[in-house]
């Protein structure tokens, strides 16, 4: 064979398990202070991998926010302010006794005029308690 990817003594990760969070509209229409100006016509997506030492729930719930933020910071490079709909999927791997943790985070980046709402947290992030 030409090419090794993976060094034969490495073991690969398995997947443990795998949580998705369809695409949900965060801020509601009837809202008065929120002006939408702009929407981005294609979706902004990041993957994040974090190396966990203690699997627990608040280290996946910290991983989603996390991947949140990251995304939020992408889409201001782009001169919008909030994320219109949003999605995740979370996905957690073993090797041996590491753990990793990757996050797919996907949001429809908005403009939006006037004072802004407080950030809702993201969404669903009880789907995370039935992982561990």
Same mark, same amino acid.
């Not at 003594?9 to 939408?36: F, G, H, K, N, Q």
């Not at 929407?39 to 190396?51: E, K, N």
């Not at 949140?68 to 996905?91: A, C, G, H």
């Given at each position: #064979?030409?090419? %090794?990817?993976?060094?034969?003594?490495?073991?690969?990760?398995?997947?443990? $398990?795998? /949580?998705?969070?369809?695409?949900?509209?965060?801020?509601? &229409?009837?809202? $008065?202070?929120? @002006?939408?100006?702009?929407?981005? &016509?294609?979706?902004?997506?990041?993957?994040?991998?974090? @190396?966990? %030492?203690?699997?627990?729930?608040?280290?996946?719930?910290?991983?989603?926010?996390?991947?949140?933020?990251?995304?939020?910071?992408?889409?201001? %490079? =782009?001169?919008?302010?909030?994320? #219109?709909?949003?999605?995740?999927?979370?996905?957690?791997?073993?090797?041996? =006794?590491?753990? /990793?943790?990757?996050?797919?985070?996907?949001? =429809?980046?908005?403009?939006?005029?006037? =004072?802004? !709402?407080?950030? !809702?947290?993201?969404?669903? #992030? &009880?789907?995370?308690?039935?992982?561990?």
């Amino acid at each position: #064979m030409l090419f %090794k990817f993976r060094r034969q003594w490495e073991a690969p990760w398995e997947v443990v $398990d795998s /949580r998705t969070v369809s695409p949900v509209c965060m801020y509601i &229409d009837d809202e $008065d202070t929120l @002006d939408i100006v702009a929407v981005s &016509d294609t979706d902004t997506r990041g993957t994040y991998v974090f @190396d966990v %030492k203690n699997l627990n729930r608040t280290a996946l719930r910290n991983a989603v926010v996390f991947s949140r933020q990251q995304l939020i910071q992408e889409i201001e %490079k =782009k001169d919008f302010n909030i994320l #219109m709909l949003e999605s995740w999927r979370l996905t957690i791997f073993r090797r041996g =006794k590491s753990h /990793r943790v990757e996050v797919q985070y996907a949001g =429809k980046g908005a403009q939006a005029l006037g =004072k802004l !709402p407080h950030l !809702p947290p993201p969404p669903f #992030m &009880d789907v995370l308690h039935e992982v561990l």
